[in-house]
């Protein structure tokens, strides 16, 4: 075999080098092009990320999810960008959780449609049950860069579905107890007025209506 006919295999095996690499480029700019705003440089950091990490066919991560880990751990950010990545690997986090918990996760949207017709029974009917949405994420956040002038600094922050989406709901420092304690079991009302001794009933009333009409919990 000439040495004329080996060359066009090694130029096609260049160039199906590059095509792969552009593909892989072209899915991960569309998959991650949320974080356009708050990253300057984000196309030299995708480049440098494909150079560094191989395609792992057998990772449960998609490579979105791998950029993410990888701009955390080997990339200088700011507090502003990393509160970025850690919103979306939450996000991703619940999208994960909810397919491992398939049947909880159903059950609980069922409850879900309850809530208008219940809410307004809450704190009155002491057969109400009160169901935490078993599919969530805690988080901590270090910048306002999503959160309005009047949270606390740094904010838990609540990552649960919502339809086909993730929401984010901010919980005040107070209100995680109430939370934990229903993330062990579900609860009647009044077995939750413990653990938030400074309110009174009225004001744990209108918490866990809140909490009712954002869906981060349910009423069976």
Not at 107 to 129: C, D, I, M, P, V
Request: a negative charge; charged letters at 30%.
């Amino acid at each position: 075999e000439t040495q004329e006919t080996r060359r066009p295999a090694l130029s096609r095996a260049r160039k199906l080098t590059t095509e792969e690499t552009q593909g892989r480029f072209a899915q991960l700019h569309e998959s991650c092009e949320w974080l356009l705003p708050g990253f300057d440089e984000l196309d030299a950091l995708m480049v440098r990320y494909i150079r560094e990490t191989p395609i792992r066919n057998e990772s449960s991560l998609s490579d979105a999810e791998r950029f993410l880990e990888w701009l955390a751990t080997r990339v200088d950010l700011t507090e502003q960008q990393m509160d970025t990545v850690v919103c979306q690997q939450s996000r991703y986090t619940v999208e994960f959780v909810a397919v491992k918990k398939k049947l909880a996760h159903a059950r609980f949207q069922e409850l879900l449609s309850n809530n208008h017709r219940l809410a307004k029974e809450l704190g009155h009917n002491r057969k109400l049950t009160i169901h935490l949405n078993p599919v969530h994420v805690w988080t901590t956040l270090e910048t306002r860069v999503y959160l309005d002038e009047y949270s606390t600094i740094p904010a838990t922050v609540l990552f649960y579905p919502v339809n086909d989406g993730v929401e984010g709901a901010v919980v005040e420092e107070d209100v995680v107890p109430l939370l934990k304690q229903l993330s062990r079991r579900p609860c009647k009302f009044d077995d939750l007025v413990g653990t938030m001794p400074h309110y009174d009933r009225d004001d744990l009333i209108d918490i866990v209506g809140e909490l009712v009409q954002l869906g981060v919990v349910a009423l069976a």
